[in-house]
Antibody
Framework: EVQLVESGGGLVQPGRSLRLSCAASGFTFDDYAMHWVRQAPGKGLEWVSGISRNSGSIAYADSVKGRFTISRDNAKNSLYLQMNSLRAEDTALYYC?????????????WGQGTLVTVSS | SSELTQDPAVSVALGQTVRITCQGDSLRSYYPSWFQQKPGQAPVIVIYGKNNRPSGIPDRFSGSSSGNTASLTITGAQAEDEADYYCNSRDSSGKHVVFGGGTKLTVL
């Protein structure tokens, strides 16, 4: 059974940093790209970042480029999102999502999300 | 433009057929995925690619695309289909994923 479990969310002040993690199990992690998608309270889905299976291809939404860094550790079956210079508008539920391929827009499994609240 | 446009809300009578649409230039190059999200739950993929349905998704869900418009069709909508539906695609670089604004489906 595929499982994606996010962690690392919490309340953080504007300008500070936070690192999210996503622990994957139930599939061959290094066969697939992975993505972070967020959802602000009461709003729609927003893609944040994606990383290919070997980390050779990485992309970010314009809203987070230069502040967020995606990475993965295939030996640990884990995906990460380092978030720096956080802003109030980064407040959202952050989902980790598994790709069906080595980089596409087809996300076949999602975690339950970890909540990030940016507030003073 | 990499934006995807969806109608904010659509309603359908129980047992009838409903089409949810998604428009955007990127759909001329990339097939979309469609996601169903119920309150308090993570999104679930219901259709991806040309018209691929993951295991466990009822066959009343189907997808199609033409030009810059993609559609998710539910044939014989059930009460449990009431949810928010999102499409997504990629921009011209192929690396940036974009989501539509979502459609709230009400089953009457």
């Amino acid at each position: 059974e595929v499982q994606l479990v996010e962690s690392g969310g919490g309340l953080v002040q504007p300008g500070r940093s936070l690192r999210l993690s996503c622990a994957a199990s139930g599939f061959t992690f290094d066969d697939y790209a992975m993505h972070w998608v967020r959802q602000a309270p009461g709003k729609g889905l927003e893609w944040v970042s994606g990383i290919s299976r070997n980390s050779g291809s990485i992309a970010y939404a314009d809203s987070v480029k230069g502040r967020f860094t995606i990475s993965r550790d295939n030996a640990k079956n884990s995906l990460y999102l380092q978030m720096n210079s956080l802003r109030a508008e980064d407040t959202a539920l952050y989902y980790c999502a598994k790709d069906t391929e080595d980089y596409s827009n087809y996300f076949d499994y999602w975690g339950q999300g970890t909540l990030v609240t940016v507030s003073s | 433009s990499s934006e995807l446009t969806q109608d904010p809300a659509v309603s359908v009578a129980l047992g009838q057929t409903v089409r949810i649409t998604c428009q955007g230039d990127s759909l001329r190059s990339y097939y979309p995925s469609w996601f169903q999200q119920k309150p308090g739950q993570a999104p679930v993929i219901v259709i991806y690619g040309k018209n691929n349905r993951p295991s466990g998704i009822p066959d009343r869900f189907s997808g199609s695309s033409s030009g810059n418009t993609a559609s998710l069709t539910i044939t014989g909508a059930q009460a449990e289909d009431e949810a928010d539906y999102y499409c997504n695609s990629r921009d011209s670089s192929g690396k940036h994923v974009v989501f539509g604004g979502g459609t709230k489906l009400t089953v009457l």
